[in-house]
Structures are given as structure tokens and as C-alpha cells.
């Protein structure tokens, strides 16, 4: 089943200029050339929460949902939390019928809170530690993917009940992900966590867990995998005389940012998956695993996209346009710490046809704030235009930081028309709400806050 079969309003509501592969599904551009997302124009979604603004069309990330689900009939779908979380986004993902893989106490809680059941939530962390461990077993999680010997340790000190656990395992294979997290197959430390786990009776081992990479876009390195996975789950059958149900192959599926960008294919993915499980559990005469995979990036990218104000134009002869937005690399880090180049749109009118490629840069820093280089705007672009930067679902709300003292931005969801708030803007008082010495001082003493409180800009 393709993204058009699960919404077949697709083959008319998008431009052909924008490119259906960057741009979140529900996205056009109305007859006055302004971005429209789920049904409303951003133009009104800037003016009524103003810029910079993360937007996410909730169709989007959960149609891309149902799409992994029917393209991969009978895997396990367990959304990767760090890309983005919220709890209406939990939710989302519970409503879909999809499991939530969570690395931090600050997820985990989101989950909670958010009505995840607890049995549907895999915990993750290259570094867990004792406390996290504590909480995770105490909130009855479904399953604790084990990185380190020291895990088993803290692990075996703390459960009291069964807790299900998988053990994550490098394989043999080029690879860019994580040689330093998990355990490696060929020196026989995979072997002996297995065995570690075994030994203590309330560790419930179900399966094994690794994760190819951040980027990837081959599926052919999952067929490696996989035959180096099942290798090992019939060495524990031999071994151990135990059989284990579940081969959990991670995340860190790709997406394009620009226009034949590549990406990875769920439905090749799937293809790959079953022609060599089917053929490796041949082999080995190993009954068939139930097989989980964990994409957030994929689910969530190209769901959101970015809003910004235009407060400055400097036009520098001989060298480059420089376009100062209201935002910066706080609100954008992606490009700074992972290298990504974002596509960028005028969006609030029609681009004449001569236009200029501009570099794009933030205004809170001298040096170092460039969000997106030669993009082309319109030569008439001024200071009030109204950008899109496409892709910005994963890894921008969840990564951003409050440097040189701003505010992070909204989280905004866009459905049939309307627009809610999921995660309101950060005011100045929230900021200074952390300062020890400013929340210490009675209300009225506290100096040089301007006379804001605690509520505005909310």
C-alpha cells in the first residue's frame, strides 16, 4: 500500500513544485502563493503564535505510520521517541497501534503520562544508569534493550519480577552506527551477555536488538544482519537450550532533505527482511522470530517543517545575500551538529520568476548561525516575508537548546484546518524561573525582569 492509496487526496492537493517526497503530505500553495499546511494557510499559523514556530501536520506522521505498517505485514512497529516527543504525539503513536521506544526519564515520563501502556515501551541508552534502571522496572516497561556488562550488573541488583530484556548486539558489517554501543558478535562478548543474562532468574531474555546506523538508505546491510542475528539465536538454542522470539532491528532510517535526496524504501526494506529470515530460519531449522523495528526520523521528518520571520536583508556587492530570520542554530541544530541541508520556501506570497540564492542565518550570533545556504528566494525578498524550512520534524523541537538565553519555540499541530498548541512557547520567565537567586526573591524585588511574569506569552 503507497502514501497515495492511504490518502488519495494527494494526487490533487499538492503543487507540482513542491516536491511530494520533502514536503509534509498535505501541504499546497493557494491561489494567493501561500504555503498552505492541513488545510489553513502558515501565514495564519504565524500570526496567530507567532515565529519562530515548529509545525507538524498530524496527518502526515500518521499516515507514515500506517505506511510502515502495510508495508511490513506482521513486523512489530516501535515509533523512536528521541526523534520528536510530546505527549499528544504518544498518543498519536499509541493510537496507531504502535509501540514507543524511549532513552531519557523525560521520555519515559511523556509516555506515562501521555496513557502509553507501559507494556508497549522499550527502553533505551547507550549508559543507562542505576536510577534510570530503577524507574523503567518499577514503571513495568515491556522490554530494557541491555548495552553494557554494567547494565546486567545494575539490572540483577534491582528486579525483584520478571522483567523482559533484549540484548544489543553489533554485527559483523560496515557499518556507522554505534560500534562502541552493545555487544560485538565476533570476539564472543554477545555469547557471553546472553549467558550472563540467562544465569540470573529474573531477566526474562526475549531477543536480540542492534542498529545499523542514523542514515541509512540500503536495505541490503539488514540482510547481513539478520543472517548474523539468527546465527547467533541458534547458537543459544544449542547452547542454552533456549529459544529466543524477537530480533529487533532498530532504527535510523533516512529521509531526503532536498529534492533526489535518497531514502529508505519501507517496502524494499520489507523485501529484504523476509527473503532472508525465511532463508537464514531455513537453514538453521529456527522457528521464525517476530521481528520489531524502531524508525523515527522517517515517521516524524517530513511531518514538520519550520517557520520564520524574515528580519533583515543585506545584499553585500560581490559577495553573497545574507537573510537574517528571527530564529537561529538554538531553534536548528540539525544543520550545525548532523550536517543537514534543509529545503527553504517563500511562504506567504507568489515567487516571481527571477530569483537569487541567498544564504540564510540566524540573529543571535556573529559567526556560525547559518541555518541553509544558496536557496533560492525571490531578488524582491524583504524584511516581514515568511519562510518554510521542510523536514524539520525530527531532531529540531527535540534538539533544541535555549542558547544565548531565548526561548525555544512552539509545537504546533495542524488537522483539518485547525491549529493547537502541543508544547507552547518558553517565555524569559521560564528561563529565569531555573535562576535559584531570581525565583528566591519575592515577586515585587526581583530585579531586571521588565515586568514579566510567570504566565506571558503564553
Known amino acids: 500500500?503507497?502514501?497515495?492509496?492511504?490518502?488519495?487526496?494527494?494526487?490533487?492537493?499538492?503543487?507540482?513544485?513542491?516536491?511530494?517526497?520533502?514536503?509534509?503530505?498535505?501541504?499546497?500553495?493557494?491561489?494567493?502563493?501561500?504555503l498552505c499546511l492541513g488545510g489553513m494557510p502558515v501565514t495564519q499559523i504565524a500570526a496567530e503564535f507567532g515565529t519562530p514556530a515548529y509545525v507538524?501536520?498530524?496527518?502526515?506522521?500518521?499516515?507514515r505510520l500506517r505506511c510502515y505498517r502495510a508495508a511490513l505485514p506482521g513486523v512489530e512497529l516501535v515509533y523512536a521517541g528521541k526523534a520528536l516527543l510530546s505527549t499528544a504525539v504518544a498518543r498519536w503513536?499509541?493510537?496507531?497501534?504502535?509501540?514507543?521506544?524511549?532513552?531519557?526519564?523525560?521520555?519515559?515520563?511523556?509516555?506515562?503520562?501521555?496513557?502509553?501502556?507501559?507494556?508497549?515501551?522499550?527502553?533505551?541508552?547507550?549508559?543507562?544508569?542505576?536510577?534510570?534502571?530503577?524507574?523503567?522496572?518499577?514503571?513495568a516497561v515491556g522490554r530494557i534493550v541491555i548495552d553494557s556488562s554494567n547494565?546486567?550488573?545494575l539490572l540483577a541488583a534491582r528486579v525483584r519480577r520478571h522483567q523482559d530484556v533484549l540484548i544489543r548486539v553489533i554485527p559483523d558489517i560496515d557499518s556507522e552506527a554505534g560500534a562502541s554501543f552493545g555487544f560485538t558478535l565476533t570476539d564472543g562478548r554477545a555469547a557471553n551477555a546472553v549467558k550472563r543474562v540467562l544465569d540470573h532468574p529474573w531477566l526474562n531474555l526475549v531477543g536480540l536488538h542492534c542498529q545499523l546506523g542514523s542514515r541509512v538508505t540500503d536495505p541490503a546491510p539488514?540482510?547481513?544482519?539478520?543472517?548474523?542475528?539468527?546465527?547467533?539465536?541458534?547458537?543459544?538454542?544449542?547452547?542454552?537450550?533456549?529459544?529466543?522470539?524477537?530480533?529487533?532491528?532498530g532504527g535510523g532510517h533516512d529521509i531526503p532533505y532536498f529534492s533526489g535526496d535518497p531514502e529508505l524504501s519501507p517496502r524494499a526494506l520489507g523485501a529484504v527482511i523476509e527473503t532472508t529470515l525465511t532463508s537464514a530460519c531455513a537453514e538453521f531449522n529456527y522457528p521464525r522470530p517476530r521481528l520489531v523495528i524502531e524508525p523515527g526520523r522517517a515517521i516524524a521528518g517530513r511531518a514538520g517543517l519550520t517557520l520564520y520571520r524574515i528580519v533583515s536583508v543585506k545584499r553585500q556587492p560581490g559577495g553573497p545575500t545574507l537573510v537574517i530570520v528571527d530564529g537561529g542554530t538554538a531553534d536548528n541544530p540539525h544543520e550545525a551538529l548532523r550536517g543537514v541541508k534543509h529545503t527553504v520556501a517563500l511562504a506567504n506570497r507568489h515567487v516571481p520568476t527571477k530569483t537569487t540564492p541567498v544564504t540564510i542565518v540566524g540573529r543571535h550570533g556573529e559567526f556560525g548561525e547559518e541555518i541553509a545556504r544558496d536557496v533560492p528566494l525571490p531578488t524582491d525578498v524583504?524584511?516581514?516575508?515568511?519562510?518554510?524550512?521542510?523536514?524539520?520534524?525530527?531532531?529540531?523541537?527535540?534538539?533544541?537548546?535555549?542558547?544565548?538565553?531565548?526561548?525555544?519555540?512552539?509545537?504546533?499541530?495542524?488537522?483539518?484546518?485547525?491549529?493547537?498548541?502541543?508544547?507552547?512557547?518558553?517565555?524569559?520567565?521560564?528561563?529565569?524561573?531555573?535562576?535559584?537567586?531570581?525565583?528566591?526573591?519575592?515577586?515585587?524585588?526581583?530585579p531586571g525582569t521588565m515586568g514579566i511574569s510567570r504566565a506571558s506569552g503564553e
Request: aromatic residues 4%; negative net charge.
Open 1 to 34: 500500500m503507497t502514501l497515495f492509496e492511504l490518502l488519495p487526496s494527494l494526487r490533487h492537493g499538492l503543487n507540482p513544485h513542491l516536491d511530494r517526497a520533502i514536503w509534509p503530505l498535505s501541504t499546497y500553495i493557494d491561489d494567493l502563493g501561500r
Open 56 to 63: 507538524l501536520d498530524e496527518e502526515d506522521f500518521r499516515t
Open 93 to 139: 503513536v499509541a493510537a496507531e497501534g504502535a509501540g514507543l521506544a524511549v532513552c531519557s526519564p523525560g521520555e519515559l515520563a511523556t509516555a506515562l503520562t501521555a496513557g502509553v501502556p507501559p507494556s508497549q515501551i522499550v527502553v533505551h541508552g547507550n549508559a543507562k544508569t542505576a536510577a534510570e534502571l530503577h524507574t523503567a522496572v518499577g514503571s
Open 151 to 153: 547494565e546486567i550488573a
Open 222 to 249: 539488514y540482510g547481513t544482519a539478520i543472517r548474523q542475528l539468527v546465527t547467533l539465536l541458534a547458537q543459544v538454542r544449542g547452547r542454552h537450550d533456549v529459544v529466543l522470539s524477537q530480533l529487533n532491528l
Open 382 to 446: 524583504h524584511p516581514g516575508d515568511l519562510l518554510a524550512m521542510a523536514c524539520t520534524g525530527a531532531y529540531h523541537h527535540s534538539m533544541g537548546s535555549t542558547c544565548s538565553m531565548v526561548g525555544r519555540p512552539p509545537l504546533i499541530a495542524v488537522t483539518g484546518r485547525r491549529a493547537r498548541v502541543l508544547v507552547r512557547r518558553e517565555t524569559v520567565a521560564d528561563l529565569l524561573s531555573r535562576d535559584c537567586d531570581w525565583s528566591h526573591q519575592p515577586r515585587g524585588e526581583r
